[in-house]
């Protein structure tokens, strides 16, 4: 009798269109799932994906609520895609993006009572510069020491949380504020103009998108961008060219951290307008999928953020009408991360039967 198994063979050569399709085989697999969880839990899993996929953005204001929390994410994930196609690990995003917030938004406060145009322009420099410096720590510690970026880059996200945890809760606390833990209201020049009339889509989406196609400019058409993928490649290949290493993994945290620092200062100065604990709800980690399921490019970036931020409002909704906690959120999240990664074997592997006796 013969039998036919299956073997993974390595690729003679990478298959573009399967690099294609691995963010489409991760969605696919993540709904299969999702709608088993739901079936498991008792709910009809075709209403329960309704729920959490359709009925958020099924309004002009649920989308609207999609492209406010898409804005973060793209903006971060372009910035990772910088450290990514050089295949340095910054992990640590989340921090950098507190401390443009601290940066910037203490220019707000300080200014409180101040207007002027140019008021939130400093606010943006000020977040650029905060996250900036705060990425630089990590680079400096790699390019000096050696350092694992991972741990350095994800350790200082703790020290810029508890930097922001004192300040809102000490010196920057609100005087009228009852004591609670959170800084005063940003005075209206201090605040990200709206783009429409009752929505909460503000000018950081317009940002965002000057700076992914700026990213995309400098990918495909600069030297610096093409250092980044040799060096992202083959360190050796990369060295033998004459590239300086040190250089760009410097440069690439720095422009990473600058815009997770403006990431940060948009939310704070836009739909929040004031500081306090919790500014983020982990858009530095979130970006990381949104970085590797749009394939480190401008335009997947673009949809993928789209779909991760899908995921947020979608958990909304899941607590409302499912009366589900709303951390179903993250393990939507976490599924497309799995099968995400699980479908990378794709691309340098492929599936083959061999015939046995």
């Excluded at 729920?51 to 971060?76: C, D, N, Q």
């Excluded at 640590?92 to 322009?121: H, K, R, S």
């Excluded at 620092?261 to 999928?289: C, H, K, M, Q, W």
Aim: aromatic fraction near 16%.
């Amino acid at each position: 009798m013969n039998f036919f198994l299956p073997s993974i063979v390595l690729r003679t050569q990478n298959s573009s269109s399967v690099n294609f399709l691995v963010p489409l085989i991760a969605i696919v697999f993540t709904l299969l799932t999702g709608s088993l969880i739901f079936s498991l839990l008792g709910f009809d899993p075709i209403y329960s994906l309704y729920t959490f996929f359709i009925s958020p953005i099924s309004s002009l204001y649920g989308f609207s609520e999609l492209l406010v929390k898409a804005t973060p994410l793209a903006l971060i994930a372009i910035g990772l895609s910088y450290c990514f196609k050089n295949n340095i690990y910054n992990i640590g995003a989340e921090g950098q993006l507190t401390m443009g917030a601290i940066f910037g938004g203490g220019v707000a406060i300080y200014f409180y009572n101040v207007e002027g145009f140019w008021l939130l322009p400093l606010m943006l420099l000020a977040g650029v510069l905060g996250g900036s410096l705060w990425a630089l720590i990590p680079a400096l510690l790699k390019t000096k020491f050696n350092t694992n970026e991972i741990l350095t880059s994800l350790m200082l996200v703790y020290v810029a949380t508890f930097i922001l945890d004192y300040l809102v809760v000490g010196p920057w606390k609100d005087p009228s504020g009852f004591s609670y833990p959170k800084s005063r209201p940003f005075n209206e020049s201090a605040r990200m103009p709206e783009l429409f009339n009752g929505l909460r889509v503000h000018f950081g989406l317009v940002i965002t998108l000057i700076l992914i196609f700026i990213s995309w400019f400098i990918f495909s058409k600069t030297i610096f961008g093409f250092q980044l993928k040799v060096s992202g490649l083959s360190i050796k290949a990369a060295r033998f060219a004459g590239f300086n290493q040190n250089k760009l993994i410097i440069s690439a945290f720095i422009i990473c951290g600058g815009f997770a620092g403006l990431a940060g200062l948009g939310e704070v100065s836009g739909p929040i307008g004031l500081l306090y604990r919790d500014i983020s709800p982990n858009y530095g980690f979130t970006a990381i999928i949104v970085a590797f399921l749009g394939r480190l490019h401008p335009i997947g970036i673009i949809f993928s953020s789209l779909i991760i931020a899908l995921t947020y409002l979608g958990a909304e909704d899941a607590q409302i009408f499912l009366q589900i906690p709303s951390a179903v959120g993250f393990i939507f999240q976490g599924l497309l991360l799995f099968y995400l990664l699980g479908a990378e074997l794709l691309i340098n592997y492929k599936i083959q039967f061999g015939k046995i006796s």
